[in-house]
């Protein structure tokens, strides 16, 4: 008896306690945030016919948008890159044969559905391989591609850049050779910061990725890292490279011979870098890849703190949803907030290292599950917040298609029930935190 008395009174407290704590302001409206969205698209082990294409929220952990989401005419697809034009389309370009003097390229509303437009022949004498095309948008607005070329020789590929010559992308200018980028580079990737062009390109004599500068696109450049000057290792290549939030440049690359995909972060523009970690859930199937980076995607990163216990957090295990502390890895416990899927005045939660995976009811218990698009799917997974059952500092969230069923935890598993009694308000109650 005592014990309950103790447990109703610290209960009592709760909302007090709440109330007054700094780092609990509420979300100010629902899915609000312009989060950042990273778009990627590769080739696969499994298939250089197809391409695939994924999303990411924080630029580390990227969920399957759709595979395959397109296969050209020519049948092969290596190295696709892709750019968001000033038309608001999409385009990749991408390497068509092994031997040749065509690149490719195809266009999406949604980065979903992708439209073949055209092969695009570079005017070079005897050129025998057209490789690993990567679009790059100088500061001036001009669209640009950068493409490894070889004439004659087996290691003569020299990096080139064409120009876009109207807003179609349908003509372009003859190739430029890139000074100082000779005489056997592939793969080079660029990044221009300030007034200074930034060149990362694969040695294809020693296997390694090198770095070099110049302050303009078509060189001379200079090189600042040779050999394994970053720690990469070599028989790594593809560079791919993109700035996230935080500031910290990150490059992707493929360790081809091992089988495996890194990614390497660099927090003082790029004079040193991190241990290289395989790119989670990726590593080992995809192929040389590009990675676009967005804003302005409506929803808010939070995790979902227990109001009775708040030391847990609510997250995913096994695709199912419950509260811990100590959660680990930390993304298990964080969720977009986006507009309901089946209302946009209501919200869906988003998981940040699944994207494309949402909670949603089902018999009852919360589980984490891909959107199969369909009517229950959309409708299981929206929930109206509401304030706080236990307290109007947090936030509730009432089952769209169950109105009287609430999301809370039992047992520390989280399910949709109706709540009547202070345990189940408290149960049912939850901080939004920043991650």
């Known amino acids: 008896m005592l014990a309950l008395t103790c447990r109703r009174f ?55 948008m759709k595979g395959p989401a397109y296969t050209p005419p020519s049948g092969l697809i290596r190295d696709p890159s892709i750019l968001k034009h000033t038309d608001g389309m999409y385009y990749v370009t991408y390497t068509t044969n092994w031997e040749g003097n065509t690149i490719g390229f195809a266009r999406s509303t949604d980065r ?43 290691t003569n590929f020299t990096p080139h850049v064409i120009k876009a010559q109207n807003s179609t992308l349908s003509a372009w200018s003859a190739p430029v050779p890139l000074a100082g980028l000779s005489p056997n580079y592939i793969d080079t990737f660029i990044v221009k910061i300030g007034s200074t062009y930034h060149a990362f390109t694969k040695n294809e004599t020693t296997k390694y990725i090198e770095y070099a500068t110049s302050s303009s696109l078509t060189g001379p450049y200079t090189f600042r890292g040779t050999g394994d000057w970053a720690g990469w290792g070599n028989w790594v290549e593809g560079p791919a490279l993109y ?146 059952l236990a307290s109007s500092s947090g936030y509730s969230y009432q089952s769209y298609n169950l109105p009287d069923h609430y999301i809370r935890h039992y047992n520390y598993v989280l399910r949709v029930d109706p709540i009547s009694t202070s345990v189940e308000k408290a149960d049912a109650t939850f901080k939004e935190v920043t991650p």
């Open 112 to 154: 979903v559905n992708w439209t073949f437009l055209r092969n695009v022949t570079l005017p070079v004498t005897n050129l025998q391989n057209t490789w690993a095309p990567e679009w790059f948008k100088d500061s001036d607005g001009s669209v640009n591609i950068i493409v490894s070329l070889r004439t004659t020789g087996a």
């Open 243 to 388: 700035q996230l939030d935080d500031g910290t440049w990150r490059i992707l690359f493929d360790a081809y011979s091992a089988g495996k995909y890194y990614y390497s972060d660099s927090t003082n523009t790029f004079a040193s870098w991190s241990a290289r970690k395989e790119l989670p859930s990726l590593t080992g199937f995809i192929r040389h890849l590009t990675v676009l980076k967005e804003t302005g995607q409506p929803g808010d990163i939070r995790r979902l703190q227990s109001f009775n216990f708040q030391t847990h957090f609510a997250r995913h295990y096994n695709y199912q949803a419950r509260i811990d502390a100590n959660v680990t890895p930390g993304e298990d416990s964080q969720f977009l907030i986006v507009p309901g899927l089946a209302d946009s005045n209501a919200i869906s939660f988003e998981s940040v290292n699944f994207p494309g995976y949402f909670l949603r009811h089902d018999n009852y218990l919360l589980v984490l599950a891909k959107n199969d698009g369909t009517s229950q799917f959309k409708q299981d997974a929206t929930f109206r917040d509401v304030p706080g």
């Open 10 to 64: 610290l209960l009592s407290l709760l909302p007090v306690l709440w109330a007054i704590l700094p780092l609990f302001a509420l979300r100010p409206a629902p899915a609000t945030a312009a989060t950042s969205v990273y778009t990627m698209t590769a080739f696969t082990n499994s298939s250089e016919s197809n391409m695939y294409v994924y999303q990411s929220y924080n630029g580390t952990h990227y969920g399957l």
